[in-house]
């Protein structure tokens, strides 16, 4: 019930303060198992794929994040849990007794909808850095499971690293046709990639961008 109430609120904000185009959304999969794949500049990341998802699904879909930096604490834990419905990651495989992404197999098992950032964490806007492999190990165990790339444009302006106030913007949201596993990690990764090329390259940017 909290995650509903929260994202209507964040349907509206979206609604009233962000210019958002959407590209194809009826290609995001709001049942599992699947793997939504986006760049990472903002925290509004999250809460705008969430908030594109129909509210009776929420309970299905599951962003993964840095266990560092969203269960650092009692009060951030509680919320990322309940509120969020976040899948923790320990980065760099702190805990080497367990696979970090036993979470993740866990879920995706359960037939949820995973949202993950494969930069790893959060980069300059309108930037992307290189790939992290993880997503290849979800998708050789989950060979059935559709990889959807999105590639967000404008919300690392809105809500730029570091800052805590939301700045109105136009934001674009380019959401790709699903990747299915071709049998190596390598192939995956480089088809991934090549994907995410083509979906920042239907952005017409305007001169002072």
């Not at 929420?58 to 266990?67: E, N, T, W, Y």
């Not at 834990?77 to 495989?93: F, N, Q, T």
């Not at 098992?109 to 290849?136: A, N, W, Y």
């Not at 809105?158 to 805590?164: D, I, R, V």
Request: charged share 20%.
């Amino acid at each position: 019930m909290l995650q509903k109430i929260f994202y209507i609120f964040v349907k509206i904000a979206v609604l009233f303060l962000l210019g958002l185009n959407v590209r194809r959304k009826e290609w995001l999969p709001s049942t599992g198992p699947a793997i939504i794949v986006a760049n990472h500049n903002s925290h509004l990341d999250t809460m705008v794929l969430m908030a594109l998802m129909p509210l009776s699904k929420l309970k299905d879909i599951k962003p993964v994040a840095a266990a560092d930096y969203f269960f650092s604490s009692p009060w951030k834990a509680w919320v990322s849990e309940h509120v969020l419905g976040i899948i923790p990651v320990e980065r760099g495989g702190a805990d080497k007794s367990e696979d970090p992404l036993e979470g993740c197999y866990n879920a995706l098992t359960e037939g949820k909808v995973l949202i993950l950032f494969p930069e790893g964490s959060r980069g300059e806007p309108e930037q992307m850095t290189d790939l992290k492999k993880g997503v290849s190990f979800l998708s050789e165990r989950f060979p059935d499971a559709p990889v959807v790339p999105v590639f967000t444009h404008g919300l690392g302006k809105a809500l730029p690293k570091g800052s805590f106030l939301l700045v109105p913007f136009f934001c674009d949201i380019f959401i790709g046709k699903p990747i299915s596993w071709p049998g190596d990690r390598t192939q995956f990764m480089n088809a991934l990639k090549e994907r995410f090329n083509a979906l920042s390259a239907e952005k017409t940017f305007a001169p002072w961008e």
